[in-house]
């Protein structure tokens, strides 16, 4: 078992096993998206699957109350998600969750009837809440590639350009981790100049010997955050240009100064650089595809960023009158 699927199956059984403890405890309320409540108990979950991913990775954990509040983020910045699909009619069928449910089973070694026997021996109803995590990625999917990729305009003549980029050779590719300090989607002066400030001061702790992966996990504010800022490898064709300009002047180790773009400012950290022979011919939608994709790989931060800046959201984590079974 490779250790990717190790960490998988590990981090599963510890957010089954959690949960059938949460499941005791006083339900209160934590935050609300719009109508939504975000549970006590959610929250305690989420955090136990984010310290065994962290402790899998050799990540050291941001402070207890830190790590609260970036899980508590990453809750709310998903079920605003969710609601926006709900608003946008958007569906899952039970088919496509059926066949994701059959490749995590496959990568793991595992029948899906064996792995639904493993999780649900963990946990009464573990294969139900797996299967549910697997509706709400998927449907999260749809949602950005409806609302991002599918309204990136790619030209014919692009679609030329990149085959006949591609069967010249070789495509370079970047192991990446990134931090992100986000910006509103209107931003003041004041709130640009704060947040390069934060970015210029998290560049000189790397500087100076600072774990990457762990001022990640405090202060990212990008897609990866609670994973260490791991993007893992990148070709050329799926990073922006802004990107791939600072990455030519690093070597495997360095991390980029601050970059800004409209979601932000950005940190990259180059851990390893290689090549990949591609194919001399390509087909016309993959080309496509990956286009689109290069440049929804920058708009992704600033479209989440927008709808939770769109959203009403109250947070009580720290209000003890207003935290109510």
């Known amino acids: 078992m490779t250790l990717i699927r190790s960490i998988f199956l590990f981090t599963l059984l510890?957010?089954?096993?959690?949960?059938?403890?949460?499941?005791?405890?006083?339900?209160?309320?934590?935050?609300?998206?719009?109508?939504?409540?975000?549970?006590?108990?959610?929250?305690?979950?989420?955090?136990?699957?984010?310290?065994?991913?962290?402790?899998?990775?050799?990540?050291?954990?941001?402070?207890?109350?830190?790590?609260?509040?970036?899980?508590?983020?990453?809750?709310?910045?998903?079920?605003?998600?969710?609601?926006?699909?709900?608003?946008?009619?958007?569906?899952?069928?039970?088919?496509e969750v059926n066949a994701q449910l059959q490749q995590i089973a496959a990568q793991n070694g595992l029948t899906l009837a064996q792995l639904q026997q493993m999780l649900d021996e963990q946990q009464p109803g573990g294969f139900a809440q797996l299967r549910e995590s697997v509706h709400k990625r998927l449907t999260i999917e749809k949602l950005r590639h409806i609302e991002v990729v599918s309204r990136i305009q790619v030209t014919e003549n692009d679609v030329d350009q990149f085959l006949k980029q591609q069967a010249g050779g070789n495509l370079t590719r970047y192991k990446l981790r990134h931090i992100l300090i986000a910006l509103p989607s209107a931003p003041t002066q004041e709130q640009v100049a704060e947040a390069?400030?934060?970015?210029?001061?998290?560049?000189?702790?790397?500087?100076?010997?600072?774990?990457?992966?762990?001022?990640?996990?405090?202060?990212?504010?990008?897609?990866?955050?609670?994973?260490?800022?791991?993007?893992?490898?990148?070709?050329?064709?799926?990073?922006?240009?802004?990107?791939?300009?600072?990455?030519?002047?690093?070597?495997?180790?360095?991390?980029?100064?601050?970059?800004?773009?409209?979601?932000?400012?950005?940190l990259l950290k180059l851990e390893e650089k290689g090549n990949t022979l591609q194919a001399s011919e390509r087909d016309r939608q993959q080309a496509l595809m990956a286009l689109r994709q290069r440049k929804a790989s920058e708009l992704f931060d600033l479209w989440l960023r927008r709808l939770r800046d769109e959203a009403h959201v109250e947070i009580y984590l720290d209000d003890e009158e207003t935290l109510k079974p």
Do not use: C
């Open 14 to 95: 510890s957010l089954l096993a959690f949960s059938a403890q949460a499941a005791q405890l006083l339900e209160r309320i934590v935050a609300v998206v719009e109508d939504q409540p975000i549970l006590q108990s959610e929250l305690d979950q989420a955090i136990s699957a984010t310290l065994s991913q962290l402790r899998q990775r050799g990540i050291t954990p941001p402070p207890a109350d830190v790590l609260r509040k970036r899980v508590l983020e990453q809750l709310i910045l998903e079920k605003i998600q969710l609601l926006r699909a709900k608003q946008r009619g958007i569906q899952v069928s039970d088919d």
């Open 196 to 266: 390069q400030a934060k970015a210029e001061q998290l560049y000189q702790q790397v500087q100076n010997g600072a774990d990457f992966s762990a001022l990640a996990v405090q202060h990212s504010q990008g897609q990866y955050a609670l994973q260490g800022g791991d993007l893992g490898w990148r070709s050329e064709n799926e990073l922006p240009d802004l990107f791939l300009d600072a990455l030519d002047k690093l070597q495997p180790g360095m991390v980029t100064p601050p970059l800004k773009s409209p979601s932000g400012y950005h």
